[in-house]
């Protein structure tokens, strides 16, 4: 198999459509393209009344969210750690980087950053209304071959040293 060309979307769950679309469109300046809204998961089969909706980032691929009817319970309610799961966004500069945390912290937003990760991302850190970990990183330089094989040192050191004799 091929490997995937690129990211269509990415899902989440929203409980407050209007929020969350207000947040994409004004606050991230992303366009609202396309929805689906049905009485049926196609995937599954079950019978659950959603809103699908999509927002489009600069290179064409989106985020998306669903609002399901009766569900109450978002990202905000999540058992694993808040910083863990989240979506990196790209932006272009490091001008474009500082602009996004200003606006964002003229939105009364809660930002953190920016920081360096290994002098190869800087990135700011924030949540959107449905608790979702968002994060604007500048890549400052291409990864390569040599990046390339330190990941898979380290990936087989760390897979040795937590994969135990049952997994």
Known sequence: MKRPRGLNHVAYVTTDTAATKR?????????????????????T??????????????????????EIEGQLLDHHDSPLPRWAPHLA?????MDELNAAHQRLLGEGIKVRGVIDHEGTWKSI?????NGVRLELTYQVRQLNDDDAAAATTAVA???????TSTS
């Open 125 to 129: 850190y924030f949540f959107d209304p």
């Open 89 to 93: 966004l790209s932006v272009g500069s």
């Open 45 to 66: 089969g079950e019978q659950t009344r959603f809103l699908h909706t999509f927002f489009e980032m600069g290179d064409g691929s989106c985020i998306a969210f669903f």
């Open 23 to 43: 947040f994409y469109t004004e606050i991230l300046g992303m366009k609202l393209v396309g929805h689906a809204i049905d009485d049926s998961v196609g995937s």
């Open 157 to 163: 050191q760390w897979i040795s040293e937590h994969t």
